[in-house]
């Protein structure tokens, strides 16, 4: 079986617009293959993450990893922590390892994988170049509203409803 098929077009755009705000990685440079630790071969290690200017209003964050390039129609959640602190502005490397590594009362919500953490880049053997969009989400609330029991989808679908804005880095991998 092939799995040559079209480029999955960028999905943030397709969203109900949001303001942008800034964040960046010691870890991941925007648009350049990931570093081997944020690769599920070699070790699941979430990434720094350091945001700033976010909208007037935040009161949480949602930080999430999405590889639409998986060869499935529903693209693959690599890493969903909800509920982060508006204080908090910085993610260490390894804050994705579970929930006692996140601040305050965030929690994560089950990736594809099936971990409740960051899993790392695991395209298939072959296959085109994948994307990772690292992506914080500005919330207007101080709770998303959902729990760990929820599916990355449900904890997108309030979203659409609650981001005031967005910081988005992407980094690749190829296997």
């Not at 690769?39 to 964050?61: I, R």
């Not at 639409?68 to 602190?85: C, E, K, L, R, T």
Request: proline share 9%; with cysteine; hydrophobic share 40%.
């Amino acid at each position: 079986m092939s799995l040559d098929r079209p480029v999955t077009p960028d999905p943030y755009p397709l969203l109900p617009a949001a303001e942008t705000f800034t964040v960046v990685s010691d870890d991941v440079t925007d648009g350049e293959r990931l570093k081997p630790d944020q690769v599920n071969a070699h070790g699941d290690t979430s990434p720094h993450l350091s945001w700033s200017g976010a909208p007037e209003g935040t009161k949480s964050y949602v930080v999430t990893c999405f590889d639409p390039d998986a060869p499935i129609v529903s693209g693959f959640w690599h890493w969903v922590a909800v509920d982060i602190p508006a204080d908090v502005t910085e993610l260490a490397v390894g804050a994705g390892a579970d929930d006692a590594s996140l601040p305050g009362n965030a929690f994560h919500v089950r990736n594809d994988g099936g971990g409740m953490n960051f899993m790392g880049a695991a395209p298939p053997e072959g296959d085109q170049v994948h994307r990772y969009f690292f992506v914080v989400h500005a919330v207007g609330e101080e709770t998303l509203g959902v729990d760990s029991s929820v599916s990355p989808a449900v904890v997108g679908f309030n979203l659409a409803f609650k981001t005031l804005g967005r910081a988005i880095i992407h980094g690749t991998w190829q296997s």
